[in-house]
């Protein structure tokens, strides 16, 4: 469970990105975040993950205030969690199967095992075949995907993504949905951020509306 | 445990491909640091090897006396009156012509002394004295050597207090510059581990946004840094063997001049692994230092 209390967020140089924002998170929630450019969607996602850490309020999550964890816990917060940032952050310099292969590293997983989950994460994601290629030679979408494998790969109870059907055409960006959406169907609880809450037309579907750092608007489809 | 040895072999293994990945780098490095340890390494090795040769010498200062070809039982017998008396005398003792000739032959000098006619040597005494200080010597020797029946006074071991202090200053010399060339392997190190950290911004980010932990994001920088700082060292104890060899002729024949049986050896065991040591801590060290200084908390 993930819990805003009247969270604040301040960036250095004063802009007040997030003011006074609450609401909850269940286990195996599918959670839609909508807003305008520059709403603070991305600062709110960032704020669970610990990437930032609130001006005001608390983030809880399974009774643990995010934000103030010690800097060598975090880690071990951000391997529970599948992360997709705005930027994927894919590195360029090597393959999508070592960029895949990196996160269960990171979480001690062994030669072995690490090739089995990121080849399963691949074919999870339509990209069986393309392990050896370079991201670079992919196609945008593509990238989003593998994205999404890298983020899947640890088997996280909580995926995070930050605008992953952006410029995408419109079926590839449902293609996108429709995996939240069966990564949801699995139990995983999925946090999405998204212009177009649109795309995303299941029935558990709940949409925070964000606007200058407001809540403002609660719907549940 | 089990799971620390994984982690460090997964960091050597992810090391050993960059250094794979810049060998060319890795060896320029690699041999710089080689070179500079060499000289420290060779220079300490040197003096050593010198030190333990100058304290195997009798280093008890001593007097010697000889005696005129002329000189008589008489004369014998009022020095070892007058040696009695002498308060600044620890011990004397009495060298016969033919002990000295019995002791020159035993020293690889009976080739010589079987072509000469008769024994050249003359009867002697060596005068042990109770102080260490050169005054005294000097003391000692010129009242003797105004004796009638004395020929030739020699203020013997002197000499090798000189070469000891001599060696001795060579050492800290050596010391100095070992720390100096340390230095720079540190700064070398430093150097190297600094651009990998700077090129590879984009990894460690991504690396803490997965949830690496800042020991995994450092230990094979750390490997890193210390198998090419080893690596040094191993081209620094190959430059000093070889140094050793050369000189090694060399050594022996001005050994030689001096009646001296001596013979310069390689690096021993203590020495090297002494050398590998110190260039793979401060490996480490300026490792640790650019980590410090360009990795940034969370
Ligand atoms: N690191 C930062 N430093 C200063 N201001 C920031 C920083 N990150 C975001 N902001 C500001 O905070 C506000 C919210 O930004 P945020 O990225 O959360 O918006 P967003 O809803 O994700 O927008 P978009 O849809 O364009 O991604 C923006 O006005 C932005 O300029
Ligand atoms: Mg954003």
Request: hydrophobic share 45%.
């Amino acid at each position: 469970m993930i819990e805003f209390q009247e969270v604040s967020k301040r960036y250095p140089g004063g802009h007040l990105a997030l003011a006074g924002v609450s609401f909850t998170i269940r286990h195996g929630e599918l959670l839609l975040l909508s807003g305008h450019s520059g709403a603070g969607k991305s600062t709110l996602l960032k704020l669970i993950a610990a990437i930032e850490r609130p001006t005001e309020g608390r983030v809880m999550m399974n009774g643990q205030d995010v934000g103030k964890l010690r800097a060598d816990a975090i880690p071990y917060l951000r391997r529970k969690l599948g992360l997709i940032l705005q930027d994927h952050r894919l590195l360029m310099d090597r393959s999508v199967f070592e960029n895949l292969v990196l996160p269960l590293e990171i979480a001690g997983q062994s030669a072995r095992e690490a090739r089995k989950r990121a080849q399963a994460a691949l074919e999870r994601v339509g990209l069986k075949d393309r392990g050896g290629e370079l991201p670079i030679t992919l196609s945008g979408g593509e990238q989003q995907r593998v994205a999404i494998a890298r983020a899947i790969v640890n088997r996280p109870a909580v995926l995070i993504a930050d605008e992953p059907t952006a410029h995408l055409d419109p079926d590839y960006a449902r293609d996108i949905a429709h995996l939240f959406q069966s990564f949801n169907d699995a139990g995983v609880t999925v946090i999405v951020s998204t212009h177009d809450p649109s795309l995303f037309c299941n029935a558990r579907g709940r949409t925070l509306r964000l606007a200058q750092g407001v809540l403002t608007d609660e719907e549940t489809s | 445990m089990i799971g620390w040895l994984a982690a460090h072999g997964r960091a050597l293994g992810q090391a050993l491909r960059r250094l794979r990945r810049q060998a060319f780098g890795t060896l320029l490095s690699a041999l710089v640091i080689g070179l500079a340890l060499a000289l420290p390494a060779t220079g300490l090795a040197l003096f050593e090897r010198l030190q333990s040769l100058a304290a195997s010498v009798n280093t008890t200062p001593q007097v010697s006396l000889f005696l005129k070809e002329s000189s008589g039982r008489d004369d014998r017998n009022r020095l070892e009156r007058n040696f009695q008396a002498d308060a600044q005398l620890a011990s004397v003792s009495f060298v016969s012509r033919d002990t000295a000739r019995e002791i020159l032959a035993r020293n690889g000098l009976a080739d010589i002394l079987d072509t000469l006619p008769a024994n050249p040597l003359p009867d002697g005494f060596v005068l042990t004295l109770k102080s260490a200080d050169p005054a005294a010597f000097q003391a000692v020797a010129d009242r003797y050597r105004a004796d009638a029946a004395i020929e030739h006074v020699q203020v013997d071991s002197l000499w090798v207090q000189r070469l000891d202090a001599l060696l001795a200053f060579g050492r800290t010399v050596m010391l100095l510059l070992a720390g100096l060339l340390g230095t720079a392997l540190v700064i070398i190190t430093f150097n190297t581990i600094r651009l990998q950290l700077l090129t590879r911004q984009e990894e460690i980010e991504v690396s803490r946004i997965l949830g690496a932990t800042i020991p995994f994001i450092r230990r094979p920088y750390y490997w890193f840094g210390g198998l090419q700082a080893f690596a040094g060292g191993l081209i620094a104890w190959g430059i000093a063997d070889g140094l050793l060899a050369l000189m090694a002729p060399e050594v022996r024949r001005i050994a030689e001049t001096y009646g001296a049986i001596f013979s310069l050896h390689r690096l021993d065991l203590l020495q090297v692994t002494g050398l590998l040591a110190f260039s793979t801590l401060l490996g480490l060290a300026g490792t640790g230092l650019a980590l410090r200084r360009h990795l940034r908390a969370a």
